[in-house]
């Protein structure tokens, strides 16, 4: 009965002609989308049919393999300029010699895996900057054995640095109990505590708020107040104190402030943030010194 039927209905030349039309335009079908998975699977290349829309080049979603890609290559640009912009009067950083193209590309693979290790902060200008005199002494090694070792060994320093002080570079945290203007009220009530005087000359007379210098100052360790050597020096008693470095690093800014008091104290809103934020030369023993000297007294 079945097979009378479809006699039936095949022996219909409009049925006949629809019929083959159909099967051939599904033949046809059928052969270019093997065609194109073979040509796929040759290549590579997934089949249209296979991409999903996280997989589109166009798409925002924060899961697509693209606008990942797309992040990861904006951050590695930024990674690269602000490399080739570290200490540019020092050879070791800067210059053509392969040497310092080889210093170059150690920096940024560092930051770069940092970078993925930890998509919470990704990486953040002036990275470059606390990175740079941990590689520097360990590339500096006299012992051969050590300095082959640099890479590896500043990138784990790097990330035990940084976890005492990553809250500083978090955005989302800046209003919080340990974001960055936390840590800056901590440095305002310690100079408060020590020289009230000269406190209320710079926040209350003058209107110098703390941020318009101590950012810097913070976030960045010292690094752009002193020069290189001066700069480990102070490293030296901040990865040293047995206090840790975040409370060390608030007293020699403290310090500092102390320091310069009486330019601060005969200083205007504009010659004062000028002066803080070109921090004049100093001797870095003394600096530090009188750091010490506010532990005791606290």
């Known amino acids: 009965m079945k097979t009378g039927a479809l006699f039936s209905l095949s022996s219909c030349p409009r049925f006949y002609y629809l019929l083959s039309s159909e099967i051939t335009r599904r033949l046809d079908k059928s052969t270019i989308y093997e065609s194109e998975e073979w040509k796929c699977e040759s290549s590579g290349f997934l089949s249209r049919s296979e991409i999903t ?16 890609f797309f992040q ?25 010699s392969s040497f310092a193209k080889s210093n170059q590309e150690a920096l940024k693979n560092i930051l770069i895996v940092f970078a993925k290790l930890n998509p919470g902060i990704r990486y953040v200008q002036g990275m470059n900057e606390i990175l740079a005199p941990l590689y520097y002494v360990f590339k500096s ?11 590896a060994d500043t990138f784990f320093c790097f990330v035990e640095l940084l976890s005492g002080f990553r809250d500083n570079f978090c955005q989302q945290l800046d209003n919080s109990v340990v974001g960055i203007r936390s840590t800056i009220t901590r440095l305002s009530q310690l100079l408060k505590e020590h020289d009230e005087e000269l406190w209320r000359h710079l926040e209350v007379t003058t209107k110098v708020n703390p941020q318009f210098y101590a950012f810097r100052w913070i976030t960045l360790l010292l690094t752009q107040e002193f020069n290189f050597a001066d700069s480990l020096h102070i490293w030296d008693t901040l990865l040293s104190d047995p206090d840790g470095p975040q409370e060390t690093l608030l007293r020699v800014c403290c310090a500092m402030l102390i320091l310069i008091r009486r330019r601060l104290l005969a200083g205007d809103f504009t010659s004062n943030l000028k002066l803080l934020q070109n921090y004049p030369p100093t001797n870095i023993s003394h600096l530090l010194y009188v750091a010490n000297k506010l532990r005791t007294l606290g």
């Open 53 to 68: 829309h996280d997989e589109h080049p166009l798409s925002l979603g924060k899961s697509s393999i693209w606008n990942q």
């Open 72 to 96: 990861d290559s904006e951050i590695m640009e930024q990674i690269d300029r602000d490399v080739k912009r570290t200490h540019p009067d020092m050879h070791f950083f800067s210059g053509d």
């Open 141 to 151: 090694d006299p012992d051969e054995e050590f300095s082959v070792s640099a890479e």
